[in-house]
């Protein structure tokens, strides 16, 4: 496992990122820790999360995700070799201040997922996806506040667009305000506009650590779904459209692509799929999902993978669907 810093932080992660999205959604409490386990004994420190995982599953109201972790950390005494990465804005309680990037919210939602992580200080804190309503002044005085209180080290963003991003970055300028550090954009081979045009560039200009989410875009990138149209039983894409966007020419000439790329290294499509973004040289850490040990297994399993100049060049060349 390589180690580099993020951005201009002194965090130094792992270039995979555990991501635990499924925590309490589509994985249990046991999976979820056999996981950890396993991503931490083969080199991962990093973990990203949100206090909002994962509200969207049936007997979750959120925080479940963080709470695991907090079990976790605890259990297995290592928070000190651990990066936590959270992030806030989404909806935790009822009332006009039960989400967003106000200070009256993150001061109470920082409070809330330092409890259910049982740590002191949260390593990265990001803010989840922009709020409108509140000028960005407001939400980086409150960063500052949490800074200097010893509860969080260091701010990043996801889901941010470019002006969003250069408005925020230049109002910690302005006012002397800590700065986001990292953004977290959804980035894969079949979704690579939103970063590739414009945020690619503005990273690399700022030297911001890039944490790009969903990087075998929710399993598409695995070519378990098929041409045919057969979505495979109890994967997420099963009885809902999230995978949409994908099934089509772009994205299954893309799969067959990667499948003649990958016999050559006797690798899986997955395998290739990760190795294609980490070896893009702005992005620091790929934040990987998994419901299961064997599949984390899979894609630890990338890093001895190196793509020579011409598939990667080949792969580029593709259209992406999204
Ligand atoms: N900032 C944001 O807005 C945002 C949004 C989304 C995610 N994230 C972060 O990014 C993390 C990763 O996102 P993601 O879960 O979408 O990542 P992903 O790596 O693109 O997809 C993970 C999913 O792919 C399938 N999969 C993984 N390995 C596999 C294998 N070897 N064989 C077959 N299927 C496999 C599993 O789903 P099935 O088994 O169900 O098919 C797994 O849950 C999240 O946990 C979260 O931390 C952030």
Redesign the pocket.
């Known amino acids: 496992m390589l180690y580099q810093k993020l951005g201009k932080t002194d965090l130094n992660v792992s270039q995979l990122c555990l ?4 925590m309490g959604w ?1 994985a249990d409490k046991e999976a979820s820790f056999a996981m950890m386990d396993h991503a931490f004994e083969h080199g991962i420190n990093f973990f ?3 206090d909002i ?1 994962s509200f969207w599953a049936d007997n979750n109201d959120g925080g479940v995700s963080e709470a695991w972790i907090g079990d976790w950390l605890t259990s297995r005494q290592v928070r000190d070799k651990i990066i936590i990465a959270t ?1 806030a804005r989404g909806r935790m309680w009822d009332g006009p201040d039960g989400e967003g990037l106000s200070r009256q919210h993150l001061m109470r939602a920082v409070e809330d997922s330092l409890k259910r992580l049982q740590v002191e200080t949260i390593d990265l804190y ?1 803010s ?2 922009p709020d409108e309503n509140t000028p960005i002044e407001e939400t980086l005085r409150a960063y500052e506040a949490m800074i200097s209180q010893g509860k969080v080290r260091y701010i990043g963003c ?2 941010h667009t470019p002006s969003q991003l250069r408005d925020s970055l230049k109002t910690s300028a302005r006012h002397n305000l800590p700065a986001y550090e990292s953004i ?1 954009p ?1 980035y ?1 081979l079949v979704h690579r506009a939103e970063y590739e045009n414009e945020l690619m560039g503005l990273a690399r200009d700022e030297n911001l650590g890039v944490i790009p ?7 598409f ?2 070519g ?1 779904y098929k041409r045919s149209g057969e979505i ?1 039983a ?4 099963y009885g809902n459209d999230r995978m949409i966007p994908y099934l089509n020419k772009e994205g299954f000439d893309i799969i067959d692509a990667m499948e003649d790329i990958a016999q050559s290294h006797d690798a ?1 499509i ?1 395998q290739i799929a990760l190795a294609w973004i980490l070896a893009n040289p702005t992005v620091t850490s790929a ?5 299961r040990v ?3 297994n ?2 630890i399993k990338t890093i001895v993978i190196k793509l020579s100049d011409a598939e990667k060049a080949q792969l580029d060349s593709l259209p992406s669907p999204t």
């Open positions: 991501g635990t999205m499924t589509t990203d999360t949100a995982y992030k990001q989840h996806w996801s889901n977290q959804h894969n989410y969903s990087p075998l875009a929710g399993g990138l695995t378990k495979p109890q994967s997420r894409g899986t997955a934040i990987i999902g998994a419901n064997s599949q984390l899979e894609t």
